[in-house]
């Protein structure tokens, strides 16, 4: 006597589906605690350095700086970072002291883990003068 087993199947199937699910809910979890854990603050300054080499790559940055072009540096960097990182850049002359308004930022918002600053020495070829620029990163919600 054979028996009809097509009800068997949907609720195997149903299970199966189910289980698929939940274990790509659980594997979310440690990827997400991976992307906010203390790795951030490593990420964070590669990619600020990296960010950094490559807006004067070609000595360009050097250039806008000491013809004070503050809204084409913002712009580069918006343009280098990763959507989710907000930064906020000060550009100091040889004195330390700061140059132009301050800094350069994007808009901070809320922020998670540690905010993490980069310090990059620059000098520029055409007005023989060095900057040191402080690049803080961090990640927003």
Known sequence: MPRNKRGEIRVLEALLASAIIFSALLAMIPLQEY???SHDSEALSK???NVLIEADKDGSLGKLISE???SMISDRLSLLLPVGVAYNLTIYNEDIQ???NGSI???WGS???NNVAVQF???DENSLRFYMIRLQLAWMT
Do not use: Q
Request: net charge positive.
């Open 121 to 123: 020495l620059l000098a």
């Open 98 to 100: 700061p140059l132009g």
């Open 111 to 113: 922020t998670i883990g």
């Open 35 to 37: 992307l906010h854990s």
């Open 47 to 49: 990619i600020g350095f």
């Open 105 to 107: 930022s994007s808009s």
């Open 68 to 70: 004070r072009k503050w």
